[in-house]
């Protein structure tokens, strides 16, 4: 079974041709220069970015070495494309390209949460069908990206349960910002996990570590984010110490996400973990949960390739396997529209 897919929820376009688990082509334009002076993504600027490529990547998706290879595009036979969560009019781009190539060659479509996406990045194999990896449900997911912070019970193949999310401030977003106040430019994610990794993560700061007291296993960060401004604002002596303040800060974001799984694993007793999301990309939260994994006898899943990490078609695929099989394809192409605040 082979499936178009496509994904524009916000600051990349990709398109992938999958087949089950396996990825047999993927392309991912990335807007991240578009959007780099300006601190964050545009939404006019991603729209338009999204609607000058989108036909180049869906060719490229098609004819991964060049043109003269036979067309995937001949052996498809769904598309698939994000409904949601994202940017409103970033996701508009790719669902209008995916109802026009399911109207103009009368396949069936499969609309998508983006969410759905990342939980099952960390079963997408490559074109070999490697890693191997088995289903042992069930498993607590956590996704940790710019936009999103939440567990969810991951019960069997397209069964989900949230159990707890971000009241307002993404961990992705709070990390973002406080690069953007120490003047590291965007995205400051990979900046901070550098400058941390300088001085070997040490936390000399002690930032808050919000909502740890809550019995429920919701997050918080923009009271982080507040107190980090607060800080530089009244020790600028201070600020000039990038590294030790960025290493702080991200020490403070990733003892929250860890002690919070921790009371998710007691609280549920599920020890397999999966966790998928931009954020997880950073090896110091990688390494802190497996530690943290390892302390109660479980395992945890990431995405076995850096790009599923972040916004891509091929993780969009593979969740429309999954639904294919069960037939839940849409039921009026006309109707699919754009769900912003999807929910899973």
């Given amino acids: 079974m082979h499936i178009l897919a496509i994904d524009t929820s916000c600051d990349e376009t990709s398109v992938a041709i999958t087949d089950g688990r396996r990825v047999l082509s993927n392309v991912i334009y990335s807007q991240v220069l578009l959007h780099k002076k300006w601190g964050g993504v545009v939404p006019s600027i991603a729209k338009r970015a999204h609607e000058e490529r989108i036909d180049f990547i869906v060719e490229r998706a098609c004819h991964p070495r060049g043109g003269g290879d036979p067309d995937l595009f001949d052996s498809v036979d769904y598309i698939a494309v994000t409904q949601g969560p994202g940017l409103a009019v970033a996701l508009e781009v790719g669902i209008k390209k995916a109802k026009e190539l399911a109207t103009k060659y009368n396949k069936k479509l499969i609309a998508v949460n983006h969410l759905e996406g990342h939980i099952y990045s960390a079963f ?31 019960k069997n193949h397209l069964e989900y349960e949230i159990i707890g999310q971000t009241l307002d401030d993404a961990a992705g977003e709070a990390l973002d910002k406080a690069a953007k106040l120490l003047g590291l430019g965007y995205p400051g994610g990979p900046v901070l996990e550098r400058l941390a990794h300088e001085v070997d993560n040490v936390d000399s700061h ?43 800060f991200q020490e403070a974001v990733f003892d929250t996400l860890i002690k919070k799984t921790e ?27 497996r530690s943290l994994v390892k302390k109660y006898q479980g395992e945890v899943l990431f995405p076995p390739y850096k790009y599923l990490t972040g916004d891509n078609a091929a993780m969009i695929g593979v969740v429309a396997g999954y639904k294919a099989d069960k037939g839940l394809f849409v039921k009026n192409i006309d109707e699919l529209d754009r769900i912003p605040r999807w929910s899973l």
């Fill in 124 to 154: 997408v194999q490559n074109s070999q069908g490697n890693p191997k990896r088995d289903f042992n449900f069930p498993y607590l997911a956590l996704i940790i990206s710019g936009g999103h912070t939440e567990f969810v019970i991951f």
């Fill in 263 to 289: 009371m998710a694993i007691k609280q549920t007793g599920i020890n397999n973990l999966i966790i998928g999301g931009g954020v997880i990309a950073n090896m110091r939260l990688r390494n802190l949960m």
């Fill in 206 to 248: 002690n930032f808050p570590r919000p909502m740890l007291k809550s019995k429920d296993l919701n997050f918080s960060f923009s009271g982080l984010k507040t107190s980090f401004y607060y800080f530089l604002k009244n020790n600028p002596s201070q600020a000039s110490e990038v590294k030790l303040l960025a290493s702080s």
